[in-house]
Nanobody
């Protein structure tokens, strides 16, 4: 079992930045592909970004490409999402996930709210 705890969400104006963090409870964290997802009110959960076990390979949804950066610190069991140039449409609950591939996730955090005001 892997426990994931997100933090760093909040209220920010359009054009601003936030950095989300995800702390994983289990070692070896390095075995897992890690991803970020989000769910806006009334919408389905959608993929945001993912990175391979080493962090060398990263993947992004088209809607965030060039604005968001995913990274990980395997020594500290931490995953990050740097979000720049935020838009109101980025408003959602953001979830951290751990899995075996970039399309299969077994563990999910409880989510952190990100609200972008116009």
């Amino acid at each position: 079992q892997v426990q994931l705890v997100e933090s760093g969400g909040g209220l920010v104006q359009a054009g601003g930045s936030l950095r989300l963090s995800c702390a994983a409870s289990r070692r070896p964290f390095i075995n897992y592909v890690m991803g970020w997802f989000r769910q806006a009110p009334g919408k389905e959960r959608e993929f945001v970004a993912a990175c391979s076990w080493s962090g060398a390979n990263t993947y992004y949804a088209d809607s965030v490409k060039g604005r968001f950066t995913i990274s990980r610190d395997n020594a500290k069991n931490m995953l990050f999402l740097q979000m720049n140039s935020l838009k109101p449409e980025d408003t959602a609950v953001y979830y951290c996930a751990a899995g075996t591939t970039i399309t299969e996730y077994d563990y999910w955090g409880q989510g952190t709210q990100v609200t972008v005001s116009s």
